[in-house]
């Protein structure tokens, strides 16, 4: 994966356009379902993933392997999503139960009872406020590091890490709220 | 005992994220206190929820995307002018030389610091994280 990426990559910045559909296939699934998950709207989120993509076609001979690729990906996916959410000042729609699945990843030791339970996780995450969503998206679901973080948001890693546990006891406590249970 | 960490302590040492004597220091005060030991259980699960979240469909339409790419020229065309383009088209590059130039400017600071060290991150599932075993099977208290 690193390899083929790397040399999809080295490709695509020389101006190899089939390459950089490779890349857009293996990273189209991610860069939408971040996307999808920080502004609401499906059809936002797809023209937004596009966008995403084009903009990294047009900066990819900036691009240096000391940061890696998705990283600086997400980090344009991110932007491009804040910049249209700031045009729009549109506030997220939820998931809908019935939205399309797809890979639901390594078999975890705890399994969600269902796709309501999941249904329920995506609807608290789209109350969360965007600062506090995306980096508790950026953290679980794109495993950035706290300085990959701060250096994706522009903030300091000591305000990641403050953001970070909001965002979790904001969650954690709605999750109490809604299933009735109690806190101590 | 020694003073409950806070959930922010709690948060980062899920991640990883503290010095290594602070890391000692929490998990040390874990393995005593079971008020400490639940509220950092429903993190880890919490945590555990979202890396089963899904890989959403995006649908979207690569050969039209391709095409859509500009030609890449790192010699600024401005200058120009439109003369040469449709009112369409023209409308169309300037919105797309808009967004890129944001992109340029402020979105990609290709200056990043190295995260060589955390390549190790690629290369584990979400799911298999986990550095201190001895807390990762603190029991489910009753409730
Ligand atoms: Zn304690």
């Known amino acids: 994966m690193q390899t083929t990426d790397g040399e999809l990559i080295r490709r695509a910045r020389a101006g190899d356009r089939q390459a950089f559909g490779e890349l857009v296939q293996l990273h189209q699934g991610r860069v939408f379902s971040f996307v999808r998950r920080l502004c609401g709207n499906p059809d936002n989120a797809l023209d937004l993933t596009q966008e995403t993509f084009i903009k990294a076609w047009q900066a990819l001979p900036g691009w240096r392997p000391d940061a890696r690729f998705t990283t600086w990906l997400l980090r344009i996916a991110r932007n491009t999503a804040i910049d249209a959410l700031r045009r729009a000042r549109h506030e997220p729609d939820p998931l809908p139960e019935d939205y399309l699945l797809t890979d639901p990843g390594p078999t975890p030791s705890r399994q969600l009872q269902n796709s309501r339970d999941i249904a329920q996780l995506e609807a608290l995450l789209a109350r969360l406020p965007l600062a506090q969503r995306e980096v508790l998206l950026l953290r679980e679901l794109e495993g950035f590091s706290y300085q990959e973080m701060a250096s994706a948001l522009d903030i300091s890693e000591g305000t990641v890490k403050s953001r970070l546990a909001r965002a979790r006891t904001a969650v954690l406590q709605a999750r109490r709220d809604t299933t009735g249970e109690s806190d101590d | ?143």
Do not use: K, W
């Open chain 2, 1 to 143: 005992m020694t003073e409950h960490p806070d959930i922010t302590q709690l948060s980062a040492h899920l991640d990883n994220e503290l010095s290594s004597a602070d890391m000692a220091q929490t998990s040390s005060h874990l393995l005593s206190c079971p008020i400490c030991q639940r509220q950092y259980r429903d993190l880890r699960e919490l945590s555990q929820d979202m890396h089963q979240l899904p890989m959403l469909e995006s649908g979207l339409d690569l050969p039209m995307l391709l095409r859509q790419l500009p030609e890449r020229q790192p010699v600024a065309r401005r200058q120009r002018g439109r003369r040469a383009l449709s009112g369409t088209a023209a409308a169309a590059s300037l919105l797309l030389g808009l967004f890129i130039g944001t992109a340029l400017h402020s979105s990609v600071d290709i200056r990043e610091p190295s995260f060589a060290a955390l390549a190790i991150l690629d290369n584990t599932p979400p799911g298999a994280l986990c550095r201190q075993p001895e807390l990762c099977y603190l029991q489910r208290s009753p409730r």
